[in-house]
């Protein structure tokens, strides 16, 4: 490893944030008196990759509002760190399913959101920041607006952000969804790599079957609407992985399994998922 790659890993290793793993136990959510999601249980455990599959529609967003504080679930509770938090908004990192890069601030700028708001010190956060955009695949580019990036670049930004925010549970939600098959398979890998760099909880939105599998310890398939858990199975692949792996035997038996537990969900949907 050179001097470059010895600073990055090591600031990466550096940024920490809450401890322990997550976990939620029968989670109800509604609006305006229909329900969106009920009787949610799920854990994930600590250093863990959990992917959350399910027809569109079914809540899966609202879950990760209600685990981060953005709603307030009618029944059930939030663990974080292994204890039963009801304010819980800055306590997770949370990347929706678009950027939000703000269009006016520059890259360094927008990664270091989050710690700003959080009361961190600017001058610091920078630093942290800057060390970093070579391991984000951003080096040049700090000064530069989002308007200047490609469509991964941005991602990689705002997953900087989400980083930067130093918190140990990352809540995903769909991140790759918006670019194309090329540019997200790349994403992909980049992701498996610098997740096995921070060691950090994630839980991750997406549609894409294969991505789940790719990336995740685990797989949870939600019901329709109201969602709830319908199904929780580990991922038959070993780490480290890439994305040729996705044509493993064993890989493509369990995406049949996953496909049809989606299936059986597609009918109020109109067969959309």
Not at 83 to 95: D, K, P, S
Not at 125 to 133: G, T
């Amino acid at each position: 490893m050179d001097t470059t790659d010895a600073s990055q890993s090591t600031a990466l290793r550096q940024l920490h944030g809450v401890t322990g793993p997550l976990a939620v136990a029968n989670l109800r959510v509604s609006f305006d008196g229909v329900p969106a999601i009920r009787n949610v249980d799920l854990t994930v455990g600590r250093g863990e990759f959990v992917a959350l599959l399910g027809p569109s529609g079914c809540g899966k967003s609202t879950l990760l509002n209600a685990i981060a504080g953005l709603v307030e679930p009618e029944e059930g509770h939030v663990r974080l760190g292994g204890e039963i938090v009801h304010r819980r908004l800055g306590m997770v990192a949370y990347m929706p399913q678009r950027d939000a890069l703000l269009p006016w601030r520059t890259v360094l700028e927008n990664a270091t959101l989050a710690a700003e708001v959080a009361g961190q010190d600017r001058a610091a956060a920078r630093e942290r920041a800057r060390e970093l955009l070579p391991r984000f695949g951003l080096e040049g580019y700090g000064d530069h607006l989002p308007a200047a990036l490609s469509g991964g670049m941005r991602q990689r930004a705002a997953f900087l952000r989400t980083v930067l925010a130093e918190r140990e549970i990352m809540l995903l939600d769909e991140p790759f969804g918006a670019l194309d098959a090329l540019t997200r398979r790349s994403m992909q890998e980049w992701l498996l790599d610098l997740w096995n760099d921070l060691g950090r909880t994630i839980l991750m939105v997406t549609h894409d079957v294969e991505e789940a599998l790719l990336l995740a310890d685990r797989v949870a398939v939600m019901t329709a609407r109201p969602g709830t858990i319908k199904r929780v199975e580990a991922v038959n692949l070993p780490r480290p992985r890439s994305a040729g792996m996705i044509a493993e035997p064993a890989l493509i038996e369990q995406k049949i399994g996953v496909l049809a537990a989606l299936r059986e969900e597609m009918p109020a949907f109109g067969g959309a998922w």
